[in-house]
């Protein structure tokens, strides 16, 4: 497993990947994702936004101009004791556990629903009136 994957699944996360095939966690606001060892952010085309934000966790900041309402952030090295921090600016939502009995009660009512999709006649399949 690499580094990406080991923190997705430490935190709750999905992996994707992007254009250029690497490895990222992708989120409403950036993403998160690993250069070498080091845990880095990036948010392309956000909310102009204030520095000393993104100065908190941690890393070495660069921030692009305000043009047109957006701006470009960028964070190397952000020490993992700031990952969750990371983690509510990019904005990514964690995957929920479910406890046992959720599970099972949730697979009931699929079951459930998928028998009464097949009991349902197919729509528009067939015509008894030849009018």
């Not at 949730?106 to 197919?122: D, N």
């Amino acid at each position: 497993m690499t580094k990406t994957e080991v923190f997705a699944e430490q935190h709750r996360l999905r992996v994707t990947r992007d254009e250029c095939n690497d490895q990222v966690i992708q989120g409403r606001r950036g993403h998160l994702y690993f250069d070498s060892a080091e845990l880095c952010l990036m948010v392309l085309d956000g909310k102009p936004s204030i520095p000393s934000k993104w100065k908190a966790l941690g890393g070495k900041l660069w921030m692009g101009d305000k043009t047109e309402g957006v701006q470009d952030v960028k964070i190397t090295g952000i020490p993992l004791e700031n990952a969750r921090l990371a983690i509510r600016m990019c904005r990514i939502r964690q995957r929920r556990i479910l406890k046992p009995e959720e599970l099972t009660l949730r697979r009931g009512l699929i079951a459930k629903a998928r028998e009464g999709l097949s009991k349902r006649p197919s729509p528009g399949g067939e015509t008894t009136d030849a009018a």
